[in-house]
């Protein structure tokens, strides 16, 4: 058992436990807190598949930036009563399990094609796809004009937001 | 690799042109607080200098930035749309009291529209699904931004809001779409796809032809919301209404141009499979019938447009729904899969170009003059405000396509194409509903010739000589148009080139 | 070239609308003026084509023998690989089934023009309407390119719907829109046959589609593929039912027929009459210039149900004429019945009956119209239309009795008048063709004769209620004006019928010949009628 191996048994079973913990939690700021702990073992896994550039963004984007939303919208929402939550039984909360087991059948499907049924072995390309190295390269080079084209659309987004937010008459 | 970018720059300058001017307009806008009319001559003169630029494009289509965008005689015509809409636009922004009252920030609002035009510009090449979401996407934050401009109106608030929610929601649907197709084939690039789809077995049946066909459906969602086609055209409605009149009218007809380009390319590109040169019909990929979605697509999108728009009081809702009704009858022209389907489709777009337009810069006249946009308060307009009264009474004569007007022309040709395929189905369901639509437009006639003011009031509402010139310039193309096509249909007919690389 | 007579004919009143449209809307007389004199001329150039007619060509399906023909290139696309050519001509030309129509035509709007002065809203407005109408209306009989017929048929509609609603009576918001609605929903389908039929039709001389209408009735040379190209075949078939509707809704047919009486009780007493006289007359001289001679097949083979269809219009008409009290809707119901003769008679599909449709046409143009201006002339005095408010009116009024009388009895047909030429001549075809709905739709006569003479004792027999007595005056020279050419035509044509018939004959004969030699007589729906 290499340290490979450990370490990756060690990071999906954290994330597996803190996703149980993120959806059994009463508490919403609880369930937020571990939901960053799952959004980083996502990521340590992330790095064990030589994916380096996927990890930091997940570092950077879901546990740092949308994780602040989250709890943004927790506390502004301020619910006093978590209780209440979990009183109304509609077709809503029998909607989100089929639809988990329906994601969860489509992985594995997925799975399943891909490596043609084993999970023994990563593809001896991922160690070079996922690298920082490779993203720049393509991103300047085969991607280099949908890449300018994006600066371009967040330039745009950018002076929107601050148009929009800006007080009625300045 | 630099080779190939300087190699494609050659071809791109119209839309480097466009860039240049959103940047160079921004920084104008703000080195000069409060000059709002000079950001606005900087972006008609940018829009002015791309369109010259337009026609020096190569006659031969041309793939550049390695397949990521395609220039070709299809996606030019659509540029000279989307532009001209865009000048237009930026013209009646100069005149529009609606945007006077925003006096804040209308610098950044014609920034806004040289971006949009960007974004539309860029998407009428984009070959790959990179291009395609990124260009919808610039096109979609623009738009959000631009509806809900007038801030002190609660109603272009909520459209803005509505417009964000709806739009999101749809590019996630669509970029399902897209990564579903990724997953099946292997690459973003539409000529690619084909070229996967053509050598894969294994797509065209079972369980991944399932895939494939959701994934079409998923697309279809995406660019069924940008040109408002039922059951995803619930923004439309409320956006249209809210939205700055201008910027309605840009929507309504740029927006809706820039996604059918966008959306024929997909189609044709990834799904082609043969094209009969004598008679310019295509056939799709194996059986692949996403012919058959778009027609009940369009059927419902026009009969729906159409039905609804009888009950609005509002002349701003019932332009809406009618160009949702005019989204189904174009899309008769996707549906086709000919050449001549997609002349017929180009035709009309420059019919509706000059009919909607004119309708709705009507419209932002009157409802600047009396402060409504209601049909109702329409009335006894024939006497009082004859020039403008004849202007709206001919743009809304061309919309439902009676001779002798531009929309008959459009429409001739639209129906023609769909009749020559022999989709007599389609056809007839399209000329049914064009009798419908008769009804809501004869509502707007009626208020105003037939119906008294409501206090009796004759006194005449005095235009500005500007406002009647402009009215009196789109009348002469909308009834000229009727006559005289031949140029139009003859441009028409030399941009249905496609560029389909490999074949 | 010779001189363009038949454009100059048909654009006369858009050269009329454009110098109205340049006049001060205060001056009314100089617009009164131009539209005289606008229509004034076009009669002159009617008198002088007809005289000028041969009435010995054919036409209908022979372009050489068509006559006054003007032809030029309109729209010439040049050809793409993967699709032909597009030509559209320029192509206007009558024959013997036109000539009647055109002249009626001119005559007509002449005398709505006279009929006019006496609206007072908006004048300028009014004549700009009339005179678009006029021009598209000329334009139809004229058209021989299907594409111009289609485009002079729609611009009428529009000029119809502002004359009927802004110039109408009470209910005019809702004659108006149903008129509109009605008639666009026929021209949608004339709309798609037309396309149809282009992609089907081939221009030897050209190799392009085309849109002439005397290719289209060649299929054996000009149409070798597309939609209808198969003879006997359900999708010509189809097109054929859709052009009889199209067609129907226009003359009106029983079923399609409500908008009628709404648009003329709500029209005003000119427009009527350019409706009765001439709009309907659309309906039926479209059939026998395209529904007929382009699909003769089912022209042969839907001949019983034609028949079936022209006597319920004439029964129905007259039963509903019957209950009416109110005048001019018993002279729309009037007309529905009369229209149903015109039905008959082209069901026949033989000389006779053929001859007695168009003459019908003819006659009941004169004589419906005449009828308007009459109700007319009470209306403008009297503001009403009820049969039952009027009595006495013969010693009041001699002179409008005696008018009056005229038109009542060629309604009904007396022998002498100009009716009973045309209803003679349908039922000597159409008893040829089918004796048992012929017979039948002789009780529309008897009925016919029974509204109008019941009417006339209503209105002009018994005394004069006290209120009209101030009121009513007898015509005057304005309204004798109007009514004494129609009345000169009716004792004229009902007297010495030849002029108006040889005009046509020769063409119907050919027509006839044509259909049923390009349908032999085979198996027929409802055949055993």
Request: aromatic share 14%; charged share 10%; proline share 4%.
């Amino acid at each position: 058992m290499t340290f490979e191996t450990i370490l990756f048994y060690v990071l999906a079973l954290a994330g597996i436990v803190s996703a149980l913990l993120v959806i059994t939690r009463r508490n919403p700021m609880h369930a937020a807190l571990f939901l960053i702990v799952n959004f980083v073992a996502l990521a340590g896994i992330y790095l064990t598949l030589h994916a380096q550039f996927v990890a930091i963004t997940q570092v950077l984007v879901y546990a740092g930036a949308i994780m602040v939303l989250v709890l943004f919208v927790i506390m502004l929402l301020n619910l006093q009563n978590e209780q209440d939550l979990f009183e109304k039984r509609s077709w809503r909360s029998y909607s989100g399990p089929i639809l988990s087991l329906l994601l969860l059948a489509l992985l594995l499907r997925t799975v399943a094609f891909v490596s043609g049924g084993s999970f023994d072995r990563i593809s001896p390309e991922s160690e070079r796809i996922g690298t920082v190295a490779n993203i720049g390269q393509q991103l300047f080079t085969a991607f280099v004009f949908p890449f300018e084209m994006a600066s371009l659309l967040l330039l745009a987004a950018m002076v929107g937001a601050v148009i929009l937010a800006k007080k009625r008459f300045p | 690799m630099p080779d190939i970018i300087f190699q494609s720059t050659k071809h791109f300058w119209p839309e480097i042109t466009l860039a240049l001017t959103f940047i160079a307009a921004m920084i104008f806008e703000f080195a000069t607080k409060k000059r709002t009319t000079g950001t606005g001559i900087l972006v008609l003169l940018g829009l002015a200098a791309a369109l010259v630029q337009l026609p020096s494009a190569p006659s031969e289509p041309v793939s550049i930035f390695g397949g990521m965008y395609a220039i070709d005689p299809f996606s030019t015509f659509f540029k000279y749309v989307i532009i001209v809409t865009g000048m237009v636009v930026v013209l009646f922004s100069f005149q529009s009291q609606e945007l006077k009252k925003e006096s804040g920030h209308t610098g950044e609002y014609y920034c806004f529209i040289a971006a949009v035009t960007f974004g539309m510009v860029l998407m009428t090449g984009s070959s790959n699904l990179v291009m395609i979401y990124l260009s919808i996407e610039l096109v979609s934050i623009t738009s959000y931004i631009l509806a809900g401009f007038s801030k002190s109106l609660r109603r272009s608030s909520e459209a803005a809001l509505k417009y964000v929610i709806f739009g999101a929601l749809s590019s996630g649907i669509m970029l399902y779409g897209m990564s579903l197709i990724f997953g099946l084939t292997g690459t973003l690039d539409l000529s690619g796809i084909r070229t996967a789809l053509a050598s894969g077995h294994a797509v065209t049946t079972g369980w991944s032809f399932a895939a494939l066909m959701a994934a079409i459906v998923l697309m279809l969602a995406g660019f069924g919301y940008k040109v408002s086609v039922v059951p995803f055209h619930f923004w439309t409605p409320d956006v249209y209404e809210g939205a700055p009149i201008t910027i309605t009218a840009f929507l309504a007809v740029a927006s809706k141009a820039a996604v059918f380009a966008v959306m024929i390319r997909f189609f044709y590109v990834a799904f082609f499979d043969n094209m009969l040169a004598s008679t310019g019909v295509y056939s799709s990929f194996r059986n692949v019938d996403w012919s058959m979605i778009l027609a009940v697509l369009s059927v419902l999108t026009m009969t729906l447009g159409n039905f609804v728009a009888i009950w609005q009081d509002n002349l701003k809702r019932m332009l809406a729904y009618s160009s949702i009704a005019h989204a189904g009858y174009m899309l008769m022209g996707v549906v086709v899969m000919s050449n001549f389907g997609l002349s017929a489709i180009m035709l009309y777009f420059v019919m509706y170009f000059f009919m909607n337009l004119g309708a709705f810069y009507v419209v932002m006249v009157i409802a600047d003059k009396i402060g409504s946009e209601n049909i109702d308060d329409y009335r006894g307009f024939g006497k009082r405000a004859p020039i403008i009264s004849v202007g709206l009474s001919i743009f809304l004569i061309s919309l439902t396509g009676l001779p002798p007007t531009a929309g008959f022309v459009g429409k001739l040709f639209l129906f023609s194409s769909v009749m020559a395929s022999q989709f007599i189905w389609l056809a007839i369901v399209g000329v049914l509903n064009s009798v419908v639509s008769l009804y809501y437009y004869a509502r707007v006639l009626k208020n105003m010739y037939l119906r008294e003011a409501p206090d009796g009031d004759e006194s005449p509402i005095v235009f500005s000589k500007v406002t009647s010139a402009v009215v009196i310039l789109f009348i002469i193309p909308n009834i000229l148009l009727c006559f005289f096509y031949q140029p139009v249909l003859t441009f028409a007919q030399r941009s249905i080139a496609i560029l389909l690389p490999g074949l | 070239m010779n001189f363009p007579f038949l454009s100059v004919i048909t654009f006369l009143p858009i050269l009329g609308m454009v110098i109205v449209l340049l006049l001060n809307k205060e001056r009314t007389k100089a617009i009164q003026t131009t539209a005289v004199v606008v229509t004034g001329l076009q009669v002159l150039l009617a008198v002088v084509i007809a005289l000028g007619f041969n009435a010995s060509l054919p036409g209908i399906n022979n372009e050489a023998t068509m006559q006054f023909t003007e032809r030029l290139p309109w729209i010439s696309i040049p050809q793409t690989p993967w699709f032909g050519e597009i030509r559209i001509d320029y192509f206007m030309a009558i024959d013997g089934l036109s000539m009647p129509m055109v002249v009626l035509t001119a005559l007509i709007s002449f005398l709505a023009v006279f009929a006019s002065f006496s609206v007072n809203k908006s004048i300028k407005g009014y004549f700009v309407m009339f005179l678009l109408l006029d021009a598209g209306m000329m334009g139809v009989f004229c058209a021989i390119d299907m594409f111009l017929f289609y485009i002079f048929w729609e611009v009428m509609l529009l000029p119809m719907y502002f004359l009927i609603g802004i110039w109408g009576g009470p209910r005019r918001e809702y004659a108006a829109i149903k008129f509109f609605i009605y008639t666009l929903a026929g021209s949608v389908l004339l709309l798609l046959v037309m396309i149809g039929l282009y992609f089907t039709t081939v221009d030897p001389a050209t190799g392009a589609h085309t849109f002439n209408m005397i290719s289209m009735m060649h299929p054996a040379e000009n149409m070798k593929e597309g939609l209808f190209a198969t003879l006997h075949s359900t999708p010509r078939m189809l097109a054929y039912i859709a052009l009889f509707i199209a067609f129907a809704i226009k003359v009106p047919v029983f079923p399609f027929h409500t908008w009628l009486p709404d648009a003329h009780v709500e029209a005003p007493t000119a427009i009527s009459v350019i409706l009765a006289g001439v709009l309907l007359k659309m309906g039926t001289y479209g059939m026998l210039r395209i529904s007929f001679p382009i699909f003769p097949e089912f022209a042969v083979y839907f001949q019983i149900p034609l028949m079936i269809f022209g006597f319920v219009n004439i029964v129905y008409g007259a039963l509903c004429a019957m209950a009416q009290t109110d005048f001019k809707k018993l002279i729309a119901y009037s007309s529905i019945s009369h229209m149903g003769y015109v039905i008959l008679g082209m069901a026949a599909l033989n000389v006779q009956g053929m001859t007695g449709a168009v003459m019908q046409m003819f006659n009941h143009g004169t004589i419906t119209a005449m009828l308007f201006l009459l109700v007319g002339v009470i209306y403008d005095r009297a503001h009403t239309r009820g049969l039952n408010e009027f009595g006495g009116l013969y010693n009041k009024m001699p002179l409008y009795s005696f008018f009056t009388v005229i038109a009542f009895f060629a309604a009904i047909g007396l022998p002498g008048l100009s009716g009973f030429v045309s209803e003679a001549f349908v039922f000597l075809g159409a008893f040829q063709a089918n004796p048992f709905w012929t017979v039948l739709s002789t009780l529309g006569i008897v009925l016919g004769a029974g509204y109008m003479l019941w009417t006339f004792q209503r209105v002009f027999m018994g005394t004069l209620p006290e209120k009209w007595e101030a009121v009513m005056s007898d015509v005057s020279p304005r309204e004798i004006f109007t009514l004494a050419p129609l009345a000169i035509i009716i004792l004229f044509l009902g007297v010495y019928p030849s002029p108006a018939l040889n005009m046509m004959t020769t063409s119907l004969d050919h027509l006839v010949r044509f259909v049923k030699a390009s349908a032999p007589a085979g198996q027929a729906f409802l055949g055993g009628f």
